[in-house]
């Protein structure tokens, strides 16, 4: 396999494990260096421990534009507790030999530091398979997207609820390794009720990915959300209500146990 | 190059980039409203009903054309010749009007009943309210708790006004994290909601909108030197934070080469300090809220806190076109510290019978230490009054001795 496919491949195996088990793939998303670095590593390990498909590891910065106040907060804690780009970049060493890691990083944290190229050379040399960058829709994306090729590393895109037919169908043919669907207009956050329309969403946005996973985030809190939003994606990204529990731990074994808790049971809710 | 074709030449396209720097960072959530923003604009500017509906509004309403006023005693202290553009005399007290006025005219036009903004020093805050009551908006300020408490009377406006300000409690509570927290409630209310971002900064086409719609002030003051000395100015000084001020009085001069642009940012406790707002003068190329400019980062490219007794100037960023202006030469950028901008307040108080705001004092201070040498005068912006800064300005300095 060539360095190119590396990430993507990756991801790609990770999806096709799940769907052969006829379930969607699962997602936590956590944030490196919270609420300290050996908690962000002891929830990294219980991800994986917990039956994760893939995790995707949020870097620390600090104005999130595209997250609600639980994700804002976490931020603001792990880079109070030192977090930084090299706490992500460990922790993302410490799990990816065992499962598949996909950064979410701000595009300022991928411009400093030397620019793109670098970014994706530290990412990859760290395991990194691929990196969601929410702060860089299609139209500026291309010299990022050519240096994340270049190392190997997937460039996941993502489509929101406002999103055109025309751009949503650019934005899935420019995609490696999934399609990052936001099931509903605004930041993230756990929110009662999946959205009604987010079904007919998901299957336009699944006609327009074809062979490529579409994994739904964004708003999903409990293990019945999850299991709903199951059926509808290849892959279901929980990230708020996660990022909760990590935080209410006192300890980083606490705060394993939390996360592990509510994992296992979206993990049986998906299965099921 | 004739008025007609400077007015045909900024009004071919929207531009989305100044050089490198612009574009749109933003989550995908916002690229559906950015393009209808840009498609609202462009058929505005163009249609006689809505320039007409404007100029009335900025006639009536703001009280322009704002005077452009040849300030003696500060001459003679200065040495030569200085006339103010004195946008501490538009309605509300400051230039934000313009672009306040002109953003929910155009949200109006595009159907959307809700507006939201960001303020700092609270004259966009109490501009967007006061344009929001004009027109039977909804309107929430967002803003840093550390500004409600430097910026009390303004806040006091703004609820008269009929405005909820939506306190921020994030970060350093100034604005940096109140445009974060208006970006975010935009993107919850998308639909319904239209964003009056405060200066020339933002993702595109916010820093070319916000420019179009400051771009009287020098479009004013440019025929009013013409019509006063029978001359441009050789130079053209603006305080510059997000930069709105400063690009509205520059645009029209952009094309006389012969006229040198100033721009003057919060140099806070000193650059060596580390703690300024001068994202131009010492900053690196990133992004910030959602364009490609130059802005204050560590290494890691997290944004850093910036730092002045000006709340409108203490932002880690300055709009793109400022960015593109420093890049090819066009204008140049300097910084005052806080002491410095606290002095030229009350030297203009002393001299002119003028209380400028703070980060006007900003202009005023580079100016009183950089006298214009050989003949013509300058054009500085006076972008606001002071009345907001007095107790900011009695806490730093004591009584107003």
């Known amino acids: ?272 | 190059m004739s008025a007609n074709e400077r007015e045909q030449s900024t009004r071919a396209v929207i531009p989305q980039r100044f050089g490198p720097y612009g574009g749109r960072y933003v989550p995908e959530t916002l690229i559906a409203a950015l393009d209808e923003l840009t498609a609202a604009w462009e058929e505005a500017r163009d249609d006689p009903a809505f320039d007409a509906r404007q100029d009335a509004l900025r006639r009536d309403f703001i009280g322009r054309p704002t005077p452009l006023y040849l300030a003696e005693r500060l001459s003679e202290r200065v040495g030569s010749q200085v006339y103010l553009k004195r946008e501490d005399l538009a309605h509300t007290g400051a230039h934000k009007i313009n672009n306040a006025l002109g953003q929910t005219l155009l949200a109006q036009r595009m159907g959307k009943p809700r507006i939201i903004a960001e303020t700092g020093a609270g004259q966009h805050g109490v501009a967007t309210a006061t344009a929001c009551a004009l027109l039977g908006l909804e309107c929430v300020v967002y803003m840093g708790t550390e500004d409600i408490r430097r910026q009390a009377p303004n806040v006091e406006r703004m609820r008269l006004l009929g405005a909820e300000v939506a306190p921020v409690e994030a970060g350093a509570r100034t604005l940096k994290e109140a445009v974060s927290a208006a970006i975010r409630d935009w993107v919850a209310n998308v639909e319904t909601t239209h964003y009056v971002i405060g200066s020339a900064v933002g993702p595109a086409p916010y820093p070319a909108l916000v420019r179009d719609l400051q771009r009287v002030i020098g479009e004013e003051a440019r025929a009013q030197a013409l019509a006063a000395a029978g001359a441009l100015p050789r130079r053209v000084i603006a305080c510059v934070g997000g930069g709105s001020n400063a690009i509205g009085i520059f645009a029209p001069f952009v094309e006389d080469a012969e006229v040198a642009l100033v721009g003057v940012e919060a140099g806070g406790d000193g650059i060596e300090s580390g703690r300024h707002g001068a994202s131009l003068g010492a900053g690196q190329t990133g992004v910030l809220h959602g364009s490609l400019s130059s802005v204050l980062a560590d290494e890691d490219g997290q944004i850093l806190e910036a730092h002045s007794v000006s709340a409108g100037l203490d932002y880690p960023g300055s709009g793109p076109e400022h960015a593109h202006l420093r890049d090819t030469g066009r204008a140049r950028y300097f910084s005052v510290t806080d002491e410095q901008a606290l002095q030229a307040l009350r030297e203009l108080a002393r001299l002119e019978g003028i209380i400028p705001a703070l980060e006007s004092s900003h202009a005023i201070a580079w100016l009183l230490e950089n006298p214009l040498e050989g003949d013509g005068f300058d054009v500085l912006c006076l972008s606001g009054r002071g009345d907001k800064d007095l107790a900011e300005y009695v806490r730093r300095v004591g009584e107003s001795r």
Do not use: W
């Open chain 1, 1 to 272: 396999m060539s360095a190119q496919a590396d990430g993507a491949g990756r991801i790609a195996t990770a999806f096709a494990a799940a769907k052969a088990e006829g379930r969607a793939a699962l997602m936590p998303y956590m944030m490196a260096g919270y609420p300290d670095r050996d908690s962000g590593l002891a929830v990294a390990r219980a991800y994986v421990d917990a039956g994760a498909d893939l995790i995707e590891l949020g870097i620390p910065f600090s104005d999130p534009l595209a997250d609600g106040p639980t994700i804002h907060a976490a931020d603001t804690q792990a880079l109070a507790a030192g977090a930084t780009l090299r706490t992500a970049l460990e922790t993302c060493e410490a799990i990816a030999e065992r499962i598949p890691v996909v950064l979410m990083v701000y595009v300022n944290m991928v411009l400093a530091h030397g620019g793109a190229e670098q970014f994706a050379r530290l990412a990859r040399a760290a395991g990194a398979a691929g990196a969601i960058v929410p702060d860089l829709p299609l139209g500026e994306d291309e010299s990022v997207r050519e240096a994340f090729d270049a190392a190997g590393l997937a460039m996941v895109p993502l489509l929101a609820p406002t999103t055109s037919a025309p751009r949503r169908a650019e934005i899935c043919k420019v995609a490696r390794g999934f399609v990052y669907l936001v099931s509903t207009v605004g930041t993230t956050g756990e929110r009662a009720e999946v959205p009604a329309a987010l079904a007919a969403l998901a299957a336009t946005a699944k006609a327009d990915a074809g062979e490529t996973p579409v994994a739904v985030g964004f708003g999903i809190g409990t293990a019945a959300q999850a299991a709903e939003v199951g059926k509808i994606a290849d892959g279901v990204i929980i990230g708020s209500r996660l990022v909760r529990a990590a935080g209410e731990g006192a300890t980083p074994a606490e705060s394993a146990d939390a996360v592990a808790e509510f994992l296992a049971e979206a993990r049986v809710s998906l299965a099921g």
